[in-house]
């Protein structure tokens, strides 16, 4: 059975830091794509990060130069380091991983960036 399990949420303030993980079991996330998605309040849920098999990452244009995605083959985990965090990165963010014809979520973490 595979599991994604999101960890490392919480309440910041605006300026901070918060680095969210992803631990997977039944899968190795190393053979997957993996993503970091997030969706605030009345929102779509949206794209922010992504590490690919070969370990290529792309961002959205809202997080680049302040968040990062990282992958440990060890661990089996990928996290998202995220600075300088702003109210409006306040979301819940969610851990999927997917390749032809497997798509896994997690049940997502709770960041709220408020001062």
């Known amino acids: 059975q595979v599991q994604l399990v999101e960890s490392g949420g919480g309440l910041v303030q605006p300026g901070g830091s918060l680095r969210l993980s992803c631990a997977a079991s039944?899968?190795?996330?190393?053979?997957?794509?993996t993503d970091w998605y997030r969706q605030a309040p009345g929102k779509q849920r949206e794209l922010v990060a992504r590490?690919?098999?070969?370990?290529?990452?792309n961002y959205a244009d809202s997080v680049k130069d302040r968040f990062t995605i990282s992958r440990d083959n060890a661990k089996n985990t990928v996290d998202l380091q995220m600075g300088s965090l702003k109210p409006e990165d306040t979301a819940v963010y969610y851990c999927r991983t997917w390749g032809v014809g497997r798509n896994y979520w997690g049940q997502g973490t709770q960041v709220t960036v408020s001062s």
């Open positions: 590490i690919s098999t070969g370990g290529n990452t």
């Open positions: 039944g899968i190795r996330l190393s053979t997957y794509i």
